[in-house]
């Protein structure tokens, strides 16, 4: 059975960059009111922490997408449970766990855009740039990471493991 192994991104440095990317968004959204769409299952840890680091005003809703498995996926994704408000002429701020392929991504940004929101801006916790399929603008990053399969803040194994404070990588035994 896979085990939680070495911490890649402890409990502090996770604070202390996410509180840097609230700062950001704030300097950037400060008088716009963003909504922030975390994106479920994954980034409900992260979008809590992260809405206490954004010191303006600013509202949130959660969309529910599937995630395919496999680099053979067809980049069609799914909407499981979708916004409860528009998001029509709002500033968004889609907040994400990692990107990976991008493909998820890539379809939610696509879908979004579709309903015509003032400006779309994307904020991922986790960047694994070396598996990237597709290209994608990520406005703001957390942190770059290598190539392996993570879990703890957020991050899931078999539903496992997100309520873990810190990152890390997850090791057979
Ligand atoms: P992408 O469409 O390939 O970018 O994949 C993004 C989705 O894959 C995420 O929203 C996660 O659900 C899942 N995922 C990718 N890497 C990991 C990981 O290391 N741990 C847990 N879930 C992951």
Redesign the pocket.
């Not at 392929?101 to 890539?106: A, H, N, V, Y």
């Given at each position: 059975m896979p085990r939680p192994g070495r911490v890649l991104i402890s409990e502090a440095e996770l604070q202390t960059r996410i509180a840097e990317l609230g700062g950001e968004i704030a300097r950037d959204l400060g008088r716009e009111r963003p909504i922030l769409v975390g994106?479920l299952?994954?980034?409900f840890v992260f979008m809590a922490d992260l809405i206490r680091a954004t010191p303006i005003d600013l509202t949130t809703d959660f969309i529910g997408?599937t995630?395919?498995a496999g680099a053979r996926?067809s980049?069609q994704?799914r909407i499981l449970s979708d916004l409860s408000v528009s998001i029509e002429d709002r500033a968004v701020v889609v907040v994400?766990?990692?990107?990976?392929?991008?493909?998820?991504?890539?379809?939610l940004k696509r879908t979004l855009e579709a309903r015509h929101p003032r400006s779309l801006r994307v904020c991922v916790l986790?960047d694994?740039v070396e598996?990237?399929?597709v290209d994608?603008r990520l406005d703001y990053v957390g942190f770059a990471?290598p190539n392996?399969?993570?879990?703890g803040y957020g991050?899931?194994?078999d539903g496992l493991y997100r309520n873990l404070p810190y990152v890390a990588a997850?090791e057979s035994d």
């Open positions: 994106v299952q994954g980034a997408v995630s395919y996926s980049g994704v994400e766990d990692v990107v990976d392929t991008g493909l998820t991504l890539t379809y986790v694994k598996r990237r399929a994608v990471i392996v399969f993570v879990v991050f899931d194994y997850l």
